[in-house]
Structures are given as C-alpha cells and as structure tokens.
C-alpha cells in the first residue's frame, strides 16, 4: 500500500491580514462616531446656542429658562423666521421650558407651578403665548392638546434691533422675548 500525503492547503495570512484591516477599520468609524455624538452634545458649538435665566422675583416666584437663540442672519422676523400666525417654538432646537416653583397668574390668568414648553403664535402687533405640557423634545412637534394655558399680549417696539433671539426676566416678573425690534412683553406674578 502506497501512503500518499495529502497536503491541505494552509491558510494563508491574507485572511488574518483582511481580518485586521477590518477590525482597524471599524476602530476607526467607532471612533469618528462618537466624537460626532460627543461634538454634537456641546451645545457652545451649535449656530444657534444654548441659554438659560434664573431669577427669583420680588413676589418670590423663582422663574427659570432654558432656551436657544437664533440669530436673524438678514432674514426677515414674521416672514422668513417666527412667521406671523404660525405657530413658533419661541427658540431654536430642542423646546424652550419654562418654569414656575410656585402657582403664578400670566396676564391675569391662573397657571400651576411647574415646568412648560414655552410656544408663541407671532402676530404683527399681538402675539399668542402658548403654555404647553409638553416641556421637553427637540423641534416642532406642537400639538395644541398638550396647551396648558394661552395669553395674548400686545407687541411692543425695542430702542434698537436686537441680532440674536434673547430672552430675560426682571424682578418685577415681566418676561420680554426681544428679536429684531420685537418685543413680546409676558407678565408674571404670584398667584394669590
């Protein structure tokens, strides 16, 4: 009997070298992919950044927001941006909060303690603030159903235009929301 060898062919290293060229390859994506999430979560960096204000007013209601601030870039307000009758989500990427530690009147109007989304319905010389349950997510997905409370308060003219959307809060508790030469002027005070 004649033994006859049977080689098998051995594998060569170019399977082990695609392999690592593989396992390289998804570091890297990995990589870039998480610096991406990372970059994106700074919001300094966005076009439209991040802003808050937190004032305690002189009738004691401690008033905190959280919002965004567009810029008008030589667009035009209540036409390209915040368009007239349109409902607008008062900011720029995720929705603007606002909150009340303690039950509070908006224009005379009852509204409990707690955290809202702050929405507005722009109008040339009035415009709709829109209180809404809904506090938190990123853009425009309004659904009236979520309204907690609406106020309609008269516009008013600012000394000077103002580039990018600001919101602020005096002691008095009045809230002005200022872009362009736009003033929507909301007043807050304790519920009593």
Do not use: C
């Amino acid at each position: 009997m004649v033994r006859k060898e049977i080689t098998i062919p051995q594998i060569t290293n170019k399977s082990t070298i695609m392999k690592s060229k593989l396992s390289i390859l998804a570091i890297i994506i990995a990589f870039i992919s998480t610096s991406f999430v990372f970059a994106q979560q700074d919001k300094t960096k966005r076009p439209s950044p991040a802003d808050s204000v937190h004032v305690t007013t002189a009738d004691g209601v401690h008033i905190t927001i959280h919002y965004s601030k567009p810029s008008l870039k030589g667009r035009q307000l209540g036409v390209d941006l915040a368009k007239f009758g349109e409902v607008w989500r008062t900011g720029a990427n995720e929705i603007t909060s606002i909150a009340f530690d303690k039950d509070v009147l908006v224009e005379g109007q009852a509204l409990p303690k707690g955290k809202y989304g702050l929405w507005t319905i722009p109008g040339q010389t009035e415009t709709t603030v829109i209180f809404s349950k809904k506090s938190e997510g990123w853009g425009v997905r309004y659904t009236d159903q979520d309204d907690q409370l609406r106020v309609k308060v008269k516009n008013s003219k600012g000394k000077s235009s103002v580039e990018q959307f600001t919101i602020s809060v005096d002691p008095a508790g009045k809230i002005n929301l200022a872009w362009g030469e736009m003033i929507i002027p909301i007043t807050v005070k304790i519920a009593k």
